[in-house]
């Protein structure tokens, strides 16, 4: 069994990466709406907060999408992997549904995990007005310089729907939200988690 290749590009970026996206995010729609009438309002959703770090919505996908589904979507991931990342076998973590309403972001910072990448689905559903947006740190600088940071440090990419990103875990990264995405179905939605 090979690693992935950490040698590869910082940053992978795919459009319509899964075919059955819509129904994720039907899926989505469906647990928090029938949450009001169910669970008596209470969604799934947990806050996350660390002051100076991040705040958002989250739960595991486990909770919100049908086993199918996420096999599905575990599968579509590995396949690509294998094919763009030059790995014989990846493995997948169980993603966690991460939802960013305006207010609510995650500062730079980089992942302690033992994965290699990290990866993004975007089911963000915003009709032609902003989105959210993902920034990843190009190169990997000395604590001294991180304060003096300059836009040409960053790749921004924007969270359009079904758009999965991938960069590699050594780099920090950070969330930016959609302006104006006051309740959970107009936020900043992603499906988060880890390769290896």
Known sequence: MSKLDE?????HVEDNFFELA???????????????QEEAGVTPLQFAFSRNN??????????????DLLEAFNDRLRLWGN?????????????????FLTGFSRNLLKDE????????LSLTRRDG?????VR????????DRVARLAMHDFTTVELEFNRLFVHSTLHPYGIEPA??????LDATVLLDGYLW
């Open 7 to 11: 040698n590869v590009s910082v940053l």
């Open 22 to 36: 819509d129904a994720l995010r039907k899926q989505f729609e469906d647990k928090i709406l029938n949450s009001a």
């Open 54 to 67: 991040y705040q958002f919505l989250t739960t595991s996908a486990e909770r919100v999408f049908t086993p």
């Open 83 to 99: 094919q763009l990342l030059k790995a014989s076998h990846v493995h997948v973590s169980t993603p966690q549904l991460r939802v």
């Open 113 to 120: 995990v033992n994965a290699v990448w990290h990866f993004g």
């Open 129 to 133: 007005r902003g989105k959210g947006r």
């Open 136 to 143: 990843v740190l190009e190169n990997i600088f000395p604590e």
């Open 179 to 184: 302006s104006g995405s006051a309740t959970i």
